[in-house]
């Protein structure tokens, strides 16, 4: 069962926002059409996003971009992919986490493309996946790193390729190892002569050496005595230091005890300490739960949320159901219209009944006439009556609610004067004011001059602290600079402020001043000079500052000559420093007035001109600049001078509103009046109205009305025939029983709406549970958490407060403690000294040992010469045997390991026999040297015990002098023992190599068959491939084109791997073309031909294609529609084209559009389409 795309789900993936889910996708040819810029290309990359590709391949910079962003990013977005074998998903988080799940469960990226290779889909070459603007390059492919391993990999004869390179690698290392085995072969044929001259020479050393020995022997012997001696007297030291440690030891017993008892308590509560520790870090692991558990609770809400959108859903889908239940309401809509028919014909039999009855009326009408009219005009009276008792209320209601309001009004009224006159008579005595002679006006007038002058003065206070700050901070700069300077005094090159270089007479100063910003710039000779003081800035911490370097400035130039002179001719200084004055000041002119100045800064040479008040205009026409260099005036007289003001202001301010507050008691009395006016004129009314009814008894009247109708009414029902009425009454219920079956039906075609208000129930229920999470408070747990917390910490002070007794022991047993150290250092160097010595004599004793054994060795060389003679004879004839027969045989190797083996085996048994006499001999020997030690040691101790340390000094000088002159005549020449050994040796070794390279050579050839045979399979295999993709290929171009021919070529045919391959292509009545000289469209078609040759050869399960037709035309477009088609039967296509040619004759279309920035998308199905078209038709 091949894998099919069933749907697709997104959610916050680039222009979709929210979640969508793209389902009914057909399994054989689902075309995406839209327009551009729409998110077409965006379903396709979601689906390269769940399969693993990078954020590059979706056209961004990093995997967060692909999260839907509106100015708000969203938290996360997934994309979920479900075929019908298994649902894949990946999802990504803001902070770049990203995971990979197969059926919900999470796995890794590589278990995923595991998982896909499997099912068939490339994953390594992505044959599956053709992007926008990709075609082309499938075609343009390199012949050997491209096409041709795409086409090995697709084959499946790239595993080939590892194993042949691993066995090349290997057969080369082997012939480097048969080169170095060949050499060493050679190398030790040269040896044997080299040993037999070896031989001669030492045994003409030998007897020098045993005569050295005997010296030595004596000497190894004196040496001893000497140790020995010197050991007994460190033994003596020994004894001495042990006593004192021993009573330095029962001092300290005390001591210790008291720092035991101390380390107890100390233990104790560290034991405490580490209880309190874990019950507080079981209190933040609690802490930690919960907080765990209300990031739980904030899940499930998110689930709920989720829960009450899929609600939202369903209630919209109920919606639709309804719709489509409106057949099966016909049933009920017929039984609808029989009862209405039933209805009406019980009206019409109603209508006679009322209508006879009405026969009737008329009847008793006739005879009751008279007083029908009279019972008519008392119910018009009755009603008229009714009428205008309920209006005369109404207006009784509404003047009492009047009344009432102007009494309210009439006491806040009231209460207001009454304040307000207090509150002017007390303004009139306390000012000596008449009511007649008081002004508003005037006080107006006065209190906007008063805010004149506070505005003036308040904007001369903001300009003078402005002054004053800007001087302030000039001061505080120039102390910093020339602290700074005082750091560069020791530094050469240093010159000094631009300001301290130069000076002008005093009228120019402020003109300076403002036109000059670099006037505390420091002045250098050198960049060496300004990048050593920038270090010393760095090293201090100190203030940045700008360097003028004399040697970077250039000269100053010719200038324009003006009426105003220039600013930096009038600065004097040195010669050599005008033109860094020049660098600040650059062409600025000065000029009297600014007049004149603005003459020169706005004519056509738009000069930067400074006026001697200190004002600027720049080139570009801004000025700046002013009189800041006036001296700053005190704050506090001016500030106290805003205060009178302020305060003269404030009593005009009172004034004022006691006179408006008298001119609203004026106001406020007129319209006092008017109220008192309308409220007696309510009162008027109310009582006009209270008498009118007090007259007039309308209750009594209406009741003797009523008693009269209903007399009347009682004769008239008498005449009336009963039958007719009970007739009426069945008729009437019978109605009322229809029209109640119409309410049942009614009902229930409604039950719809009430699953619909379920629903709604359902969704509120949901909400209201969503409503009700509670995320647990808890602030109580944390509060425990830090009383633990403090109680840990007060155990770690009492801990801390005992280790520091304990300290405190330890520093008083300290000068105790450090005489016992003191004391077993002495000890521990004595017995170094001690174990020195007795090395010593152990190595003296070794040598002395190693010098008898040579003695004897020498003695039974010297007795066994002739032997050592023979076998030497012997190795030297068996040696020319074997390079004789090595010369002559070197073409024929198995001939030469023969003859090697006979020599070896000849010298073996040759050498097993000497050995065996030499052990024996040697055995005698070292039996006799026993017997003469024994006697040796025992007359050397029985020599030097008489001796003393001076006699044997001389011995020592005497021996070694004697030594010195052996050596010379020896000229330090040693024998050397092992020749025969390594004569040994060497054969053995010679014998080895040969049977090594032998070895070698076979295992060589039989890896170079391997390396050959793997090669032809490799061969065989990709070329049966190859044949089978080109007769594909050859077939599919033939069709696309009608009539043109393809052909993957190989550029060697002796050997396809070593140059590649490539594809050359011929179109209907052309000449073979190179992919590279073909048109765009010829380009496609090539490129198209390739894959779906290559999908023949090995199938995919599903394509996706992005707008693979933009290059074709329409003829060509619709020749590779119908082949999708076709090929849709044995895999799924999924399409993006805006060619009407491909996606007409795809069986579902996925249409994309963007509303407000988002994605949104609508599938449809083709078929089923065309079907109910064809049905409408």
């Known amino acids: ?229 010197n050991l007994h007297k460190q033994e003596e030291k020994e004894k001495e230091v042990k006593n004192q440690i021993e009573k330095l030891k029962d001092l300290n017993i005390e001591n210790n005890e008291l720092l035991k008892t101390l380390e107890n308590e100390h233990k104790k509560i560290e034991k405490l300490l580490k209880n309190k520790e874990e019950i507080y870090l079981n209190f933040k692991r609690e802490y930690k739960i919960k907080e765990r558990n209300n990031i739980m609770q904030k899940d499930l809400k998110n689930k709920l949320e989720k829960q009450i959108k899929n609600l939202k859903n369903d209630f919209n889908s109920i919606k639709a159901k309804i719709e489509m239940k409106n057949k099966e309401n016909e049933i009920f809509n017929k039984e609808l219209k029989d009862n209405e028919n039933e209805l009406k014909i019980l009206i019409k039999n109603r209508e006679e009944l009322k209508s006879k009855q009405n026969e009737e009326h008329e009847k008793i009408n006739k005879k009751y006439f ?50 307000i006159e207090t509150t002017l008579q007390n303004f009139i005595n306390e000012n000596n004011y008449d009511k007649e002679y008081i002004s508003k006006d005037k006080l107006k007038e006065e209190l ?121 001719d009038l600065v004097k200084c040195d010669k050599k420093y005008k033109k860094c004055f020049y660098f600040s000041l650059t062409d600025t002119l000065l000029a009297e007035d600014l007049n004149k100045a603005q003459s020169y800064a706005f004519n056509k040479s738009r000069k930067r001109v400074v006026t001697l008040d200190g004002k600027l205009i720049e080139k570009s026409g801004i000025m700046t600049g002013g009189k800041y260099h006036e001296k700053i005036k005190n704050f506090k007289d001016v500030e106290k001078a805003l205060e009178k003001m302020l305060n003269i202001k404030n009593t005009k301010l009172s004034n004022l509103k006691k006179i408006e ?55 008239i029902n008498k005449n ?18 229809l029209e109640n079956r119409n309410q049942e039906i009614k009902i229930f075609l409604s039950e719809e709406i009430e699953s619909i208000s ?59 403690y450090h005489i016992e150290i003191d004391l077993k250092n002495q000890y521990e160097d004595i017995e170094e000294e001690m174990n020195k010595i007795k090395k010593e004599m152990n190595e003296e004793k070794e040598q002395l040992r190693i010098i008898k054994e040579e003695i004897c060795h020498h003695t039974k060389y010297l007795h066994k010469d002739e032997k050592y003679v023979n076998f030497e004879d012997k190795v030297e004839i068996d040696a020319n045997e074997e390079t004789k027969s090595n010369e002559i045989n070197k073409s024929n190797e198995e001939t030469k390991s023969n003859e090697i083996n006979k020599i070896e085996n000849n010298m073996t048994n040759e050498i097993n026999k000497i050995e065996n006499n030499m052990t024996n001999e040697t055995n005698k020997i070292e039996n006799k040297s026993n017997e003469t030690n024994k006697i040796e040691n025992s007359d050397d101790h029985c020599r030097f015990d008489s001796l003393k340390m001076e006699d044997i000094e001389d011995f020592l000088r005497k021996i070694k002098k004697k030594l010195k002159r052996l050596n010379e005549e020896r000229n330090n020449k040693e024998v050397d023992f092992l020749i ?37 399979t490799r061969f065989d295999e990709f070329m049966s491939g190859l044949n089978k993709i080109n007769f594909f290929l050859k077939e599919i171009y033939k069709k696309l084109t009608y009539g043109g021919n393809a052909e993957l ?58 707008e693979i037709d933009a290059a074709l035309d329409f003829r060509n477009v619709s020749i590779i529609s119908q082949y999708i088609k076709e090929m849709s039967k044995s895999s799924q296509f999924v399409v993006i084209s805006l060619r009407n040619d491909m996606f007409e004759i795809s069986k579902t279309v996925l249409g994309v559009y963007k509303v407000n920035n988002v994605s949104k998308f609508l599938m449809i199905n083709v078929e089923e389409m065309r079907n109910k078209i064809l049905i409408n038709v």
């Open 980 to 1016: 025969f050994d390594e004569f040994k040796k060497t054969k053995s070794s010679y014998d080895k190599v040969a049977s090594e390279f032998n070895l070698q050579m076979s295992k060589y050839e039989t890896k170079k068959k391997q390396v050959d045979e793997i090669k032809k």
């Open 661 to 715: 507050d008298y001119e609203n008691i004026k106001i406020l009395k007129i319209k006092l009046k008017d109220k008192n006016e309308e409220l007696k004129n309510l009162i008027f009314n109310l009582k006009n109205l209270s008498d009118n009814f007090k007259e007039f008894n309308y209750d009594e009247e209406i009741q003797n009305i009523k008693n009269e109708i209903s007399n009347f009414k009682k004769i």
């Open 1 to 229: 069962m091949k894998l099919v795309l069933e749907s697709l789900t997104i959610k916050n993936f680039k222009s979709y926002k929210g979640e969508h889910f793209i389902n009914n996708i057909d399994k054989s040819f689902t075309a995406i059409v839209g327009p551009n810029g729409s998110g077409k290309s965006n379903i396709i990359d979601s689906i390269l996003f769940v399969l693993g590709f990078r954020a590059k391949k979706m056209r961004h910079t990093q995997l967060t971009d692909l999260i839907y962003n509106d100015g708000k990013k969203e938290s996360s977005c997934f994309v979920k992919l479900t075929f019908n074998k298994f649902t894949i998903k990946r999802e990504i988080n803001i902070n770049k986490t990203s995971k990979y799940f197969l059926n919900d469960k999470e796995i890794s990226n590589n278990d995923l493309i595991k998982k896909m290779m499997k099912e068939g889909i490339d994953m390594e070459h992505n044959r599956f996946l053709i992007l926008q603007g990709e075609i082309e390059s499938i075609a343009m492919l390199k012949p050997k790193e491209g096409l041709l391993e795409f086409l090995e990999d697709i084959i499946e004869t790239s595993k080939y390729k590892i194993e042949i390179d691993k066995l090349i690698e290997e057969t080369k290392n082997m012939e480097e190892n048969n080169l170095t085995i060949q050499n060493n072969l050679k190398f030790i044929k040269t040896e044997f002569d080299h040993i037999n001259e070896l031989k001669k020479q030492n045994e003409e050393i030998l007897i020098h050496k045993l005569k050295t020995n005997e010296y030595l022997k004596e000497l190894k012997n004196l040496n001893l005595e000497k140790l020995k001696r």
């Open 720 to 737: 009336y025939d009963t039958s007719l009425q009970g007739n009426l009454q069945i008729c009437n219920e019978k109605i009322e029983l």
């Open 370 to 419: 008279k007083d029908f009219e009279k019972l008519k005009n008392q119910e018009d009276k009755l009603t008229e009556l009714i009428q205008t008792k309920s209006k005369e209320n109404q207006k009784n209601l509404k003047y009492k609610l009047e009344i009432n309001k102007y009494k309210e009004e009439e006491k806040i009224l009231k209460d207001d004067i009454k304040n």
């Open 758 to 816: 379920n629903k709604e129930k359902e969704l509120e229920d949901k909400i209201y549970e969503f409503n009700e999470i509670r995320i647990l408070d808890i602030s109580e747990l944390k509060n425990k958490m830090i009383v633990e917390e403090k109680s840990f910490q007060e155990i770690n002070e009492d801990f801390k407060n005992i280790q520091e007794n304990l300290n405190k022991l330890k520093i008083q047993m300290g000068d105790e």
């Open 1049 to 1106: 070529e190989l550029i060697d045919y002796l050997d396809p791997f070593s140059d590649g391959i490539r594809l050359a292509v011929m179109p209907p009545k052309k000449c073979w073309k190179s992919v590279s000289n073909l048109s765009g469209g010829e380009k496609t078609l090539s490129s198209l031909s390739l894959i779906f040759a290559l999908h023949k050869f090995k199938p995919s399960p599903f394509y996706v294609m992005d």
């Open 448 to 568: 906007r001059e008063l805010e004149k002058d506070i505005q003036k003065t308040q904007q001369e206070i903001q300009k003078r602290k402005t002054r004053y700050n800007e001087v302030y901070q000039r001061e505080e700069n120039n102390k910093k600079e020339k602290e700074l300077l005082n750091n560069f005094k020791n530094i050469k090159g240093v010159i000094g402020r631009l300001s301290d270089i130069g000076e002008v007479d005093e009228k120019y100063n402020l003109a300076l001043k403002i036109s000059c910003s670099r006037l505390n710039n420091i002045v250098v000779d050198t960049t060496q000079t300004a990048e050593k003081c920038i270090e010393i800035i760095k090293k201090e911490n100190l203030q940045r500052s700008t360097f003028i370097i004399l040697e970077k400035i250039q000269e100053i130039p010719k200038l324009e000559k003006f009426d105003l002179p220039y600013m930096f």
